[in-house]
């Protein structure tokens, strides 16, 4: 090769260099690799070049992945656990990770919290991760015993978010056996007043089972300041299967097995709970082992063990699985009729990235569910009698994607190539509740359970493959409303039909339709031209086979 022609290489591979190295922002984190003990800290420390390839003084946001190795606060890493995992450093879209190893704690069996502690203000929330290790240091999924003193300080969900509701000071305790560890909490009020008017809304008690034949008082309370509570008036509905009545006192009578929302309104906002109603002598109950993948010789994780008769919070599952905690499977008496072994997993078709799973195919989230019986898979499983199972949703998810929660429904998914069939046959008795952002159904046999949006209805069909797959009512629209709003229910086979709307008082203000309607997809309009500015609720009857409500609001 010339001279010259060595120096044309150069000349071009220096511009192709400056082509990627200006055209490109980078972030670069100097600790690396980080090799810790339990205990240690260490300032973090990262280097941003901006497409010009200048370095910037700017503020990172820190991450560690999974959750339990330690806490970032202020660009300093304390080490909580032992394991391995990430540190990701990022400034907008451009990222850099680092991997990270925490050594043994030298001290098994042990529980981990953290935080260590935590300051928030009134209606704030936090996420809480707790660990375990067995007496050989390894790490085992498991549920905890949680205690809040005190107890009106703030709430904790299935998904170990702690939402502050009132100020002031205490502790949170996870307990398993003798172990047990505590993170202090601190609550100051809101900025931007005493927190005397904050409505957090719970009903008491809460999500229940209960046997037919049960009578159960259900009451409204609002969490406020000073650590208090107060019980507030309410009217109550019953939605869902026909369980039984509740009284405008909130008095459930139970009546027949299924499963219901009590939903609790009021001027300062709603409640819901959800019931399910068995019956609970249904003779010697099958059990049931739940497990989830991990890298153990027998390749998976017992998670928990029940049986018919009982529900179990799905819990304890870490990322990317976490997105499925707070769901609910309840086993009714007689839906088996042998052991099996339950294993939870995310479908196939998820796609998991540094902070989130996503599915696409407007999916907003799903589970696997593997039924197998002495080891052996049976795909599909189908159970003697419908299981009940809950999922949660994200409302900002949703809100993203401009839906309405009334509008979601439960299918089964199946992947075809490159597309997912979406098939409802097999779920019934579907209801979302808005309130808490969850969707239950009961479930003939299970697969892949997805949440997704309900195919939008242009108009009623005699064909018997586009009928409903289930009774529902979807979200009045436009809400809120001037003159009218429209009414969209689906009855997916011939039945007699009640539509009502009451007052926030539950007096029947109006009747919308009534009498026997075919199988299809109906459309209801409501006027409030003969009616004052407020909150309404529209109420679908089909017999006793199907209710749900929908709240309107009025504006004039």
Known sequence: MKHGSRVLLVLVFMFSFSTFALGQASVTIQNDPLELEVGDTEVLEAIYMNSDGVEVDTTFSWRVRPGYL???????????????????????????????????????????????EIELTVGESADIVAVYYDETGTLVDTTFSWSLEPDSLGSLDSNLVFTALT?????????????????????????????????????????????????????????????????????WFLEGEPVGTIDEDG????????????????????????????????????????TRSNP?????????????????????????????????????NGSLEEDIRLHIDLPGFAHTDDDSVGYGHNIITGIEFQVLVDDEEIHPYTFESPLFVGLIF??????????????????????????????????????????????????????????????????????????????????????????????RISLP???????????????????????????????LTFSGSAFSSGVYFIRAEAGGDWNAVRKVVLIK
């Open 296 to 332: 153990s010789p027998q390749g998976y994780n017992v998670m928990a063990t029940v049986s018919e008769g009982q529900s179990w919070t799905i819990g304890g599952l870490p990322y990317p699985l976490n997105v499925l905690n707070g769901g609910e499977i309840y086993f009714p």
């Open 70 to 116: 330690g806490e970032i606060e202020d660009a300093v890493f304390s080490a909580a656990a032992p394991g391995e995992g990430m540190i990701i450093a990022s400034v907008g879209s451009t990222s850099d990770t680092v991997s990270v190893t925490i050594e043994d704690l030298g001290d098994y069996p042990a529980l981990v919290v953290q935080p260590e």
């Open 167 to 235: 100020e002031g000071e205490g502790t949170l305790t996870a307990a398993i056996g003798d172990l047990s560890a505590t993170l202090d909490i601190q609550i100051e009020a809101d900025e931007g007043g005493s927190g005397d008017d904050l409505s957090n809304l719970f009903i008491q008690p809460g999500d229940t089972v209960v046997s037919v034949g049960d009578e159960i008082s259900f009451s409204l309370w609002r969490h406020v300041q000073d650590s208090e509570a107060v019980e507030m008036e309410a009217t």
């Open 493 to 523: 086979v011939r039945h007699e039909l009640q539509v009502a709307v009451y007052d926030i008082l539950g007096r029947e203000v109006a009747l919308l339709g009534a009498g026997v309607y075919s199988a299809g997809t109906h459309h």
């Open 394 to 487: 994200k409302r900002g998810l949703i809100r993203q994607m401009g839906l309405d929660p009334a509008d979601l429904a439960l299918y089964f998914a199946t992947e075809q190539g490159d597309s997912l069939n979406l098939d409802s046959l097999g779920i019934s008795n579907t209801i979302v509740d808005s309130v808490s952002n969850r969707i239950y159904a009961n479930v003939a046999h299970f697969s892949s359970l997805v949440v997704a949006p309900t195919a939008p209805v242009t108009g009623i069909s005699d064909d018997p493959d586009q009928l409903p797959g289930s009774f529902h009512l979807a979200s009045p629209w436009p809400n809120p409303f001037n003159a009218s709003t429209t009414v």
């Open 251 to 290: 008095l459930l009578s139970v009546t027949t097995a299924g499963f219901s929302l009590v939903h609790a309104v009021s001027d300062s906002g709603d409640a819901t709970a959800l019931i399910i109603a068995d019956n609970l002598d249904g003779g010697d109950p099958n059990t049931i082992t739940i």
